[in-house]
C-alpha cells in the first residue's frame, strides 16, 4: 500500500463548485504539506501543518482553506472553484527530525 | 526569503552520456538542499539531500550532486544516462521544514 494516498486522482468541475481534496498516510510523520504545480512554475506551497493544532498559510493559500481531520489526514478545499485554479495538486508529509518530504501520487484538477 | 533557479527547463542527451543538471539557491545561510525526480505521471521521489558534512552527496539511481557553498550551487549529476532517466527534475531548498522548489528541469533521453 502507498504511503501516501490522495483521492480523488482525477476531477473535472464547474466554475463556482466547492471541492475537497483528501490526503491521508501511513507513516506516522506529524508534518503535512498541500501544493499545487503548475507548468513552468515549479510546484507552490498552499498550506501546511507541523500537527493537528497548527494550520499555516503557505504561499499562495488565497482562494483554498484546509481541515487537518487527525494527524493522518489534511483535506484541502476550494469554497468556490475557479479555472485558473485547474492544476496539478500535491500533498507530502514529513516527520520533524529528517526533513525530507514524502508525496502522494497527485490529483489532477480540472475547473471549466 | 529563500529561492531556487534551475537555468535549464529542457535537456536532451543521448543514452549512455554523462548528465549534469544545474541548480542555484540563494539563502542567507546553508539550508537543506534536495534534489527530486517526476517521471510523467507520478508523484515526486526523492533522488539525494544534503544537509552538512561531506559536499558530494549520493543518491539513488546511480544519481550524485555536489554542495560548492561558493557558487551556492546544487548540481546534479550522473555518468551514464539511461532511456528510463527521462523525467523532471526538480532542486528544492528546505528552511524551517519547508520546501522552495525551483521550476523544474525536463530531461528527454535520445537512444
Known amino acids: 500500500d502507498a504511503d501516501v494516498t490522495q483521492t480523488p486522482r482525477n476531477r473535472i468541475t464547474k466554475t463556482g463548485k466547492r471541492i475537497m481534496l483528501e490526503c491521508s498516510q501511513t507513516?506516522?510523520?506529524?508534518?503535512m504539506y498541500w501544493y499545487r504545480q503548475d507548468p513552468g512554475l515549479g510546484l507552490r506551497l498552499i498550506y501546511y501543518s507541523f500537527d493537528v493544532k497548527d494550520i499555516n498559510k503557505g504561499e499562495i493559500s488565497d482562494g483554498y482553506s484546509v481541515s487537518r481531520q487527525a494527524q493522518a489526514k489534511f483535506s484541502l478545499s476550494l469554497e468556490s472553484a475557479i479555472p485558473n485554479q485547474t492544476a496539478l495538486y500535491f500533498c507530502?508529509?514529513?516527520?520533524?527530525?529528517?526533513?525530507?518530504?514524502?508525496f502522494g501520487p497527485g490529483t489532477r484538477l480540472t475547473v471549466l | 526569503a529563500q529561492s531556487v533557479t534551475q537555468p535549464d527547463i529542457h535537456i536532451t542527451v543521448s543514452e549512455g552520456a554523462s548528465l549534469e543538471l544545474r541548480c542555484n539557491y540563494s539563502?542567507?545561510?546553508?539550508?537543506?538542499l534536495f534534489w527530486y525526480v517526476q517521471s510523467p505521471g507520478q508523484g515526486l521521489q526523492l533522488l539525494l539531500k544534503?544537509?552538512?558534512?561531506?559536499?558530494l552527496v549520493q543518491g539513488i539511481k546511480g544519481f550524485e550532486a555536489e554542495f560548492k557553498r561558493s557558487q551556492s550551487s546544487f548540481n546534479l549529476r550522473k555518468p551514464s544516462v539511461h532511456w528510463s532517466d527521462a523525467a523532471e527534475y526538480f532542486c528544492?531548498?528546505?528552511?524551517?521544514?519547508?520546501?522552495?522548489f525551483g521550476t523544474g528541469t525536463r530531461l528527454q533521453v535520445t537512444l
Open positions: 528544492a531548498v528546505g528552511v524551517k521544514s519547508k520546501l522552495t
Open positions: 539563502y542567507g545561510a546553508t539550508p537543506y
Open positions: 544534503y544537509f552538512s558534512g561531506d559536499t
Open positions: 507513516k506516522g510523520h506529524d508534518r
Open positions: 507530502a508529509t514529513s516527520d520533524s527530525v529528517r526533513f525530507e518530504q514524502f
